[in-house]
């Protein structure tokens, strides 16, 4: 387990590698907004190595939840792509606003069908 001196310092290499930029997204971001991804998380068998790690903002950390790391980067070139009046970001957050709508709708569902 790494302590968070070396989290922080690996952080900041690949940070400077990307060009202060999400890997995503590609908005700027300063350091202290950058965020750890695995590009192959862990629980699909992916490690810690610096090859398999890439800095990410917040937003798109937590959107890309466990979808595949090409298929989220073609989504987000597609929103940075199709000039919508909102930011990436926000198109993002839209994103994850229907899939938690749609998550809280198979539960609704699946608990409609255990009371049948």
Avoid at 59 to 70: S, V
Wanted: include cysteine; aromatic fraction near 4%; proline fraction near 3%.
């Amino acid at each position: 387990m790494l302590g968070s001196k070396q989290k922080r310092a690996i952080r900041q290499e690949l940070h400077e590698a990307q060009g202060f930029r999400c890997f995503y997204c590609r908005r700027s971001m300063p350091d202290n907004a950058a965020t750890i991804e695995h590009v192959i998380p862990r629980a699909d068998g992916g490690d810690d190595s610096m090859g398999n790690l890439v800095v990410a903002c917040q937003w798109c950390n937590c959107l890309r939840d466990r979808m595949d790391h090409e298929k989220f980067r073609r989504v987000v070139d597609s929103l940075v792509r199709g000039g919508a009046s909102l930011g990436p970001v926000d198109q993002l957050t839209r994103m994850g606003e229907l899939k938690a709508r749609r998550k809280g709708a198979a539960a609704r569902k699946r608990k409609r069908a255990k009371v049948s």
